[in-house]
């Protein structure tokens, strides 16, 4: 490695500046690798408009709970509750239609305000009685499994969900653009602005990039990790609503694994743009090298086995080239 | 005097087991500049962490106009007026110069979006007043120390606030920075504004200050202002007694071969064509403007970076370390110039940051290689009397002593080592003067048997305390070599300022 | 155009019973001159979707949804109803536009809670380990309830295992329902919706050298059998899960045949109730049950 | 709780002292109380001898892995590989044992030199190719995943297991006491004794502490690392080989769920003695933690949902109270 190190000292400035846009764009670039790959090797079935779209339209909601999680971390907190939550919200959102007959924007209503609640929970027990995020959102997930199972005996709520809730998943919106893309959209563009154009966006970052120097400057740093954790609340429970209405049903631990979905589009983004810093915009470019990834190895039909080492490799790669990019540029 | 705008009284305040402060009083008066000295961990940082509402008193009250208030936050402090510089600078460091400015700032906006333009616009000629150079959308990455400070400065006056705390302000300026920020302070003293400014350096405190309270193991000791403030009486209120002056080695001793040669080493962008040669017993200082490049030659030469082109040798042998632990193995030690980010394990106690560097030493043997506790805890005993380290034990946190008893640690870990080179980069930044004092005679008394040093000090009397030999650098160059009696003050800030690209040819150091 | 293409989503596809269904429905795929791709959606319902849409996209011959309830692959049933594609399920039941099934799971657990309650006399104590999220195993513990609520003497501990985790989660809710049961006191019996969690128990067991409890558990998967040839499971009921993905195969081309003609319907494949006593015979029969 | 902050801060000295020992033994105080409380609630099957053997026999493998985990954490780094990773090695020693007939104790050696390659490839990943650990380790663990499959093509390795291999969990050692304790008491007495004891551990920790200052200070801070990572993959390798022997057979993804448990026995034990600071005692009462609490609450039979909100509220609760107490006596 040393050698590698060595050289790079020498090299000219026209390859410094190339490691530099690999350092910037790598996983950008791998993205887009990828899909040209995909699109050689499966040139009929996976570059159509209709499969981007269908990948897009997959992906939305791993997008959104990510986008939330990205809010999270970006105040220097992890909350591993969100899965849990998502699938605690698909259940409740359910039951509320089903069950109880709720008007669909009155239950959709009621439980993004349940997930501001549970992350308002999450917020207080990291901040107030400061019990490390790992341990407190693990705790709340863990609670929150148990109500869920609660409320539904861990029995599926299926018949009877009226057409109307399957179609804020199913239904598309003007050009005929699926109304999860849409949400996404709205959400993870609402949320960029957040953060990187208003000024309590800059108290995001502030607390994130040095907490106690924001502190120092007099930023409210338990307020603002509250928010972090309120808004990967609200997201869990957008996705959890979402995810019900796209199968249909209510069930229970349903949405669990979007846990690692989320933090690996996440932590891959964080390599995107920016060295190690999470933002929305590199999650969105994290979430979209997972989804194409799934899609691309499945569509080309590669073995099962190979598909686990392939995925696997595609995040290691994607954020390998950015990182010795950047760490040979800075040498 | 103007009705005070603070006043503080009998300010107590324990951490666990030790009790910080026993109680300080200390008024301010709108307008004025208020001298604030005492002994590293005479509790200076402590009063300043209370009244940012960053620590809670266990007694004692303060007013503000004449109102008792409670300073719950750092918000609360904001709101009533009052702005820090804190002895450990805080800024974020992803963040552009503007936007660190306004941290925790309201910001003007536009559709509910912060409107920059606007921002820099009322921004901008607060910044050219402090004399913030860097552009204010560059990133605050790579800026100096000293454009942090000014970063913060400007903060306090974008917030309009009434009293700014300064705590060591100049620990980490050059002159010619710290100059400029003396004309800061007295501008905000006419403006009307209250600073309170602390300071290890009693010149400064003497020229800049019109009354100067002093601490001393947790309590007010003295108020010093018009005839009585003065230098001795300054000394005696800090240590509570004479203190032994720091004396010059009268002659030169006799310096070793050479231990330590570099020629021609680069590192672009800060490093240009260095050449030194290092002997054995001498303390050799380097001088210079905050951004010359010594600390990037310090970290050349350590290994932690590596040169572009040029060539090391170490005891006549080619030297060229692929890390710092080569280099420590190879016999060097470094102090660096950030303790708290770069030197210490905050966490842990005294005696694992002390003997973090010397395990080979805490061994049992190379055949049981288990630690030796007990050979540990003695070590770091005798390191903290002999360096008089303020904390209750061996095993107290590092993170828990006062700034300058951290540096201490810092040093302490290589004294105890003993390499054959020694690097210290701002050895006695924020140190007080009884302890700087006992620094510089540990210096020279490891020089004198033997031990090359190297010594990166920005404050101008202090190489000529120390060294036999000072080389000052300006711009990534060697511009003067000051060798014996040549080295003083003058010669050394003169040759600062030095043109490198004149001085190059005639002056192959 | 290349072979016709025979879409598989697995719950997981490195489960055992998973795995033999895809290799027979890989066989008579191989029969009918198809190919085809296996996608493991790791348990998460919305991979599966995902995965059934992905088919879709690349207009699949056909495809399998391997124990995924229906109610739960909405969207990708709407996706491929939308392409013309069939959908036929492994143990996810029929319904909407699912088109055939088999591997339902509840009939298979009367032959085993028959004989469990029998052994115990009619009474005693069951430590149930359940999954209810999972559509099979809650079929399996209704029918378990019925049956067993004709014996008001025994009393039924229940347990909810978690996937993954179902060997840790078996192995420590045996560990805290033995402690409250010791031995020689009355009838005991552990009951795993399937196999896997009560192999969870039997290492408790084993660890604590009990062997007054007996373990039932239901799928027949190799480690089961290998079990009860041991002695450590009392009973199980081996399904047949490589005939039901071959025959289910073989059936999708009836299905596509018939095209809008075809009844939806269910094609279950019986299971075979496996002891200590019936071991050597049922393996001689089905040697490949164990490999 | 600006309510508390204030009253906290006239507390007497005495008061302080009393929140200082909760501040340290918080968590060791919440398992002592825990253990009580299940002892008061079911006195006749919790408070056993043999009860609690039972509990430790089944944590050990937890414990094992979680003492690995412990290293990777304590070095800075997060290691997401050791459960697929313990499931690869469950199956291959199986493979090498039952196909290959290996004799045991050369598969063992085997298989945990395995582990500690796996762990040189995400110590290399992180440190040379600098990508983030929780990437490289999430993409090694997919890749092994994969792998595992292929491996055994998805079926359990189940025939043939020799009885000698079943012995290394299941056996007993002296006075009884079984092996799985045995090799938890030796893995996690050895960790401690490297990390606390020797000068190796002083450099783990400084490492840990803070990387650029241990760089500075001597350390060989990517060697330091990896070793981090190849100690959490050999106990890795050591809990698949332990569980493949209590299950009988090598099976894909059964140890993947010890990756959320180790989790939460490190992070939980990261509150234990030392505020915030990773070590290996900690994680052990974390692990007992976790143990007892399962245990306790499910002999009292409670119903399930309502176990996994105690288990949530016990987990937030263990560490809430050292939290609580140390900020309010440092306050
Ligand atoms: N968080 C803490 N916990 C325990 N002790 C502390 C803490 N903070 C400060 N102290 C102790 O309080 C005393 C006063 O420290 P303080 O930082 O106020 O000194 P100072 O006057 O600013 O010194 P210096 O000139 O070195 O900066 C020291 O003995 C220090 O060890
Ligand atoms: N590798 C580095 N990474 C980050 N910051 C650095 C690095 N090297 C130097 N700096 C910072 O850049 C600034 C300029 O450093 P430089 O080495 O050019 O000047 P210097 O002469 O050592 O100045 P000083 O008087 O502050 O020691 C200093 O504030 C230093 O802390
Ligand atoms: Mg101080
Ligand atoms: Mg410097």
Chains 1, 4 share one sequence.
Request: with cysteine.
């Amino acid at each position: 490695m040393s050698n590698v190190a060595i050289s790079a000292r020498r090299l000219s400035p026209g390859a410094k500046a190339a490691l530099g846009i690999f350092a910037r764009y790598g996983t950008i670039i791998g993205l887009l690798a990828m899909i040209a790959t995909f699109s050689i090797l499966s040139p009929g079935a996976f570059p159509t408009v209709s499969n981007f779209t269908n990948v897009l339209n997959q992906a939305s909601l791993a997008m959104i709970i990510a986008g939330g999680l990205t809010l999270a971390v970006v105040v220097g907190e992890l909350d591993l509750s969100i899965g849990f939550a998502a699938s605690l919200h698909g259940i409740l959102i359910t039951g509320l239609v089903v069950h109880d007959k709720l008007p669909i924007p009155l239950a959709v209503v009621i439980v993004i305000a349940l997930g501001a609640v549970i992350g308002l929970v999450n917020g207080f027990i990291v901040t107030k009685v400061k019990v490390n995020s790992v341990i407190a959102t693990l705790g709340v997930g863990t609670i929150l499994t148990g109500l869920a199972f609660a409320y539904s005996a861990g029995v599926p709520i299926v018949a009877g969900v009226p057409e109307a809730f399957l179609q804020l998943s199913l239904g598309r919106w003007l050009f005929g653009i699926p109304n999860n893309i849409v949400a996404m959209i709205v959400v993870l563009g609402g949320l960029w602005l957040l953060v990187e154009r208003t000024p309590l966006g800059q108290e995001i970052q502030a607390v994130g990039g040095n907490a106690v120097a924001a502190r120092l400057a007099g930023v409210n740093v338990d307020r603002i990790k509250i928010l972090g954790f309120v808004i990967s609340g609200m997201c869990a429970a957008l996705t959890g609503i979402l995810l019900a209405s796209r199968l249909g049903s209510g069930t229970a631990s349903a949405a669990d694994s979007y846990l690692l979905t989320a933090f690996a589009a996440v932590f891959l983004g964080s390599a995107t743009l920016r060295d190690g810093e999470f933002h929305v915009l590199g999650t969105l470019v994290g979430a979209l090298i997972i989804a194409f990834g799934f899609n691309g190895l499945n569509i080309f039909g590669a073995p099962t086995f190979s598909q686990y080492v392939l995925q696997g490799a595609i995040l290691i790669i994607a954020v390998g080239m950015a990182s010795l990019g950047r760490s040979l540029a800075e040498r | 005097m103007a009705a005070p705008f603070l006043v503080a009284r009998d300010i107590a305040k324990a951490f666990g087991g030790t009790q910080a402060l026993k109680g300080v009083s200390l008024d301010i008066a709108p307008g004025e500049i208020h001298g604030l000295v005492g002994a590293n961990g005479a509790g200076k940082s402590t009063f300043i962490r209370i009244l940012a509402g960053l620590n809670h008193p266990d007694a004692g009250r303060v007013e503000i106009d004449g109102q008792g208030r409670e300073i719950g936050t750092p918000q609360r402090a904001t709101e009533l007026g009052m702005s820090f510089i804190h002895q450990e600078l805080a800024f974020v460091p992803g963040m552009t110069v503007l936007q660190n400015i306004m941290l925790g700032v309201p910001k003007k906006t536009r559709f509910g979006l912060t409107d920059w333009r606007a921002i820099a616009r009322d921004v901008a000629p607060i910044a050219r007043r402090v004399g913030i150079s860097a552009p204010l959308n560059a990133g605050v990455k790579g800026l100096s120390t000293a454009e942090i400070w000014l970063i913060n400065i400007c903060r306090a006056l974008v917030r309009k606030a009434r009293l700014i705390v300064m705590d060591e302000p100049t620990a980490s300026l050059a002159a010619s920075e710290a100059e400029r920020l003396f004309a800061i302070v007295r501008d905000l003293s006419a403006s009307g504004v209250a600073v309170l400014y602390i300071s290890h350096r009693l010149d400064e405190i003497l020229s800049l200050c019109t009354r100067v309270s002093v601490f001393r193991d947790g309590r007010s000791v003295a108020e010093l202002a018009g005839d009585a403030l003065n230098r001795p009486a300054l000394v005696e209120a800090i240590v509570g007694g004479a203190i032994r002056d720091v004396q010059r080695a009268a002659t030169a001793r006799q310096r070793g071969d050479v231990v330590m040669e570099a020629k021609k080493l680069t590192r672009a962008p800060k490093v240009h064509g260095v050449s030194l040669q290092l002997h054995a017993g001498e303390v050799l200082g380097i001088g210079g403007l905050v951004g010359a490049g010594r600390t990037e030659l310090a970290r050349l030469l350590f290994g932690a970076d590596r040169p572009d082109s040029g060539e090391m040798m170490l005891m006549g042998r080619p030297y060229a370390p692929a890390s710092p632990a080569a280099a420590v193995q190879a016999g060097l030690g470094l102090v660096p110039e950030e303790r708290r980010a770069e030197a210490l394990f905050l966490s842990k106690s005294i005696a694992f940051n002390l003997g973090i560097a010397n395990l080979d030493k805490l061994a049992f043997g190379r055949y049981l290689p288990l630690m030796n506790r007990r050979a540990r805890t003695s070590m770091a005993g005798e390191m903290i009397r002999s360096l008089s380290i303020k904390a209750q034990s061996a095993s107290t946190p590092v993170g828990r002593l006062s700034g300058g008893n951290q540096q201490k640690v810092a040093i302490g870990r290589w004294l105890q080592r003993i390499p054959k080179v020694l690097i210290l980069d701002e050895p006695t930044r924020g140190v007080d003067i009884g302890a700087r004092a006992e620094i510089h005679r540990l210096i020279r008394q490891q020089a004198e048997a033997g031990m090359a040093v190297l010594v990166i000090s920005s404050e101008p009397d202090e190489l000529p305390e120390l060294c036999d030999r000072v080389l000052v650098m300006a711009e990534g160059r060697i511009v003067r070599e000051l060798t014996g009696p040549a080295v003083s003050r003058k010669a050394i800030v003169e040759a600062s300022y030095l043109e490198p690209e004149a001085v190059m040819e005639d002056h192959p150091a | 155009q290349d072979k016709p293409l025979l879409g598989i989503v697995s719950i997981s596809a490195t489960e055992a019973n998973n795995v033999r269904y895809i290799q027979g429905a890989t066989k008579a795929a191989d029969e009918h001159g198809w190919k085809t791709n296996v996608v493991d959606a790791a348990g998460s319902a919305d991979q599966a979707n995902a995965a059934i849409q992905n088919f879709a996209q690349l207009k699949a011959h056909a495809i399998i949804d391997m124990v995924f309830p229906y109610s739960s692959i909405g969207a990708g049933l709407a996706a491929a109803g939308d392409a013309g594609i069939p959908v036929v399920t492994w143990g996810g039941g029929l319904g909407s536009t699912v088109a055939a099934t088999n591997g339902s799971g509840g009939p298979m657990a009367i032959p085993v809670v028959d004989l469990m309650v029998e052994k115990m006399g009619g009474k005693g104590s069951i430590l149930a380990l359940t999954y209810r999220t999972g559509e099979v195993c809650r079929n399996r513990e209704v029918v378990m309830d019925e049956i067993v609520a004709k014996h008001p003497d025994i009393t039924i501990t229940k347990n909810e295992v978690r996937i993954p985790g179902y060997f840790e989660d078996g192995a420590q809710y045996a560990n805290a329902w033995l402690a409250s049961h010791p031995a020689g006191k009355e009838n005991l019996a552990i009951w795993g919706c399937w196999d896997d969690p009560a192999i969870g128990a039997i290492g408790s067991l084993r660890a604590q050298g009990r062997d007054d409890v007996l373990v039932y558990g239901i799928n027949g998967n190799a480690q089961a059998l290998e079990n009860i040839k041991n002695g450590f499971m009392t009973a199980t009921a081996w399904q047949d899960s490589f005939t039901e993905g071959y025959n289910m195969v073989k059936m999708l081309k009836d299905i596509k045949n018939a095209g809008g003609a075809w009844q939806a319907k269910a094609a279950e494949v019986p299971a075979v109730l496996v002891t200590k006593e019936t071991a050597d015979a049922f393996l001689k029969d089905h040697p490949e049950a164990i490999k």
